[in-house]
């Protein structure tokens, strides 16, 4: 009999395969696949921590510590020799997917707010989403926007539906809290963010290295601690500067944050004196100041303040803009 935290990593690629994968990564769907009829290889997996054993987080440390892009059987084998090397890997590390694409998708909010603002992003990574002024936008659409200095070398191209405002904010401050922030300019650091991309997705690497080559030139304020205390979240946000709006951005992290922790931030969020700007699945939480019918919406909520604004790609290739020219309810 399988013990059941090899059964919940049989459940949990078995589902990776079917549900996520398809679509964006042959190579990982294939992995995932072979996991979950594998015994051996799920046993491996299960001595990772519960919270660390995601199939992106693990099938990129597999990459980074050598394993070949390879058939299941290949990568299977190369996994079962490289067993303790890669769960200790997995262990220490967390899936800090860091995609300047949600810039896209995070702009039409942002063009709400009455600048300049100070940025502060909860689950920042490496701060790659604190640049949205310093990236170049091509809205399939709606209109192409540059930076005052001329194009960027970071080109994001979305599909966009609706009438969202769209301009570039005025950042006048930066900052990321983040468990463990990473460092743009250190090489291990830019390494494992590059392989956190999926094998399939072209483009997606040379965006993110771009990205960091942006931030790396003019870095952000990086903190480390947990957003969800409420002392560590309300100090960070009394760093920024008097005379802008403070704007907190989540984007993509809530789902990895329990619930309970999540719910606490939520509250800490709503009390702050700033503007909340999220992106979510649908179904998440109850923090919507309008319901989100979660089976209706459509894709991720691009949400301000609890108002939900417009149905988004997780990953920022498209927004369809739901709301009213201001960011009211639509």
């Known amino acids: 009999m ?28 294939e992995w995932a696949a072979g996991v979950a009829l594998d015994r051996e290889v799920a046993q491996i997996l299960a001595r990772i921590p519960a919270e660390r054993r995601q199939p992106p987080l693990v099938f990129a440390v597999t990459r980074l510590l050598g394993a070949p892009e390879a058939p299941f059987p290949e990568w299977s084998r190369w996994l079962v020799s490289h067993a303790d090397d890669v769960v200790a890997e997995a262990s220490r ?12 998708a995070l702009l039409p909010a942002l063009s709400t707010v009455d600048g300049p603002i100070a940025l502060l992003e909860l689950g920042a990574s490496a701060g790659l989403c604190l640049y949205p002024d310093r990236y170049s936008y091509r809205f399939a659409g709606g209109p192409d926007l540059d930076p005052a200095d001329g194009p960027s070398r970071v080109i994001l191209e979305c599909a966009v539906s609706g009438e969202p405002p769209l301009r570039l904010p005025d950042v006048r401050w930066r900052a990321g809290l983040d468990l463990a922030p990473l460092d743009a300019a250190d090489a291990d650091d830019r390494r494992f963010l590059t392989t956190l991309v999926w094998p399939g997705e072209e483009g997606r690497a040379a965006r993110v290295e771009a990205a960091l080559d942006v931030v790396a030139a003019d870095p952000p304020l990086l903190i480390a601690g947990d957003a969800s205390d409420p002392d560590v979240l309300r100090a960070a946000a009394g760093l920024a500067p008097a005379g802008v709006t403070l704007v907190v951005t989540t984007p993509g992290v809530l789902p990895h944050i329990p619930r309970a922790a999540r719910e606490r931030l939520l509250a800490t969020l709503q009390a702050l004196a700033a503007v909340w700007i999220t992106i979510d699945p649908p179904g998440l939480h109850q923090g919507w100041r309008t319901p989100v019918d979660a089976d209706a919406w459509g894709g991720f909520v691009l949400g301000k303040d609890g108002v939900p604004l417009a149905a988004v790609d997780p990953l920022g290739a498209s927004v369809e803009w739901r709301a009213g020219p201001a960011g009211t309810a639509g």
Not at 2 to 26: L, N, Q
Not at 93 to 104: D, F, G, I, K, V
Request: a positive charge; charged letters at 30%; one cysteine or more.
């Open 2 to 29: 399988i013990p059941d935290a090899a059964a919940a990593v049989v459940e949990r690629y078995g589902r990776f395969a079917r549900d996520e994968a398809p679509g964006r990564s042959a190579l990982y769907a």
């Open 93 to 104: 590390r967390s899936l800090q997917t860091n995609e300047p694409q949600r810039c896209a």
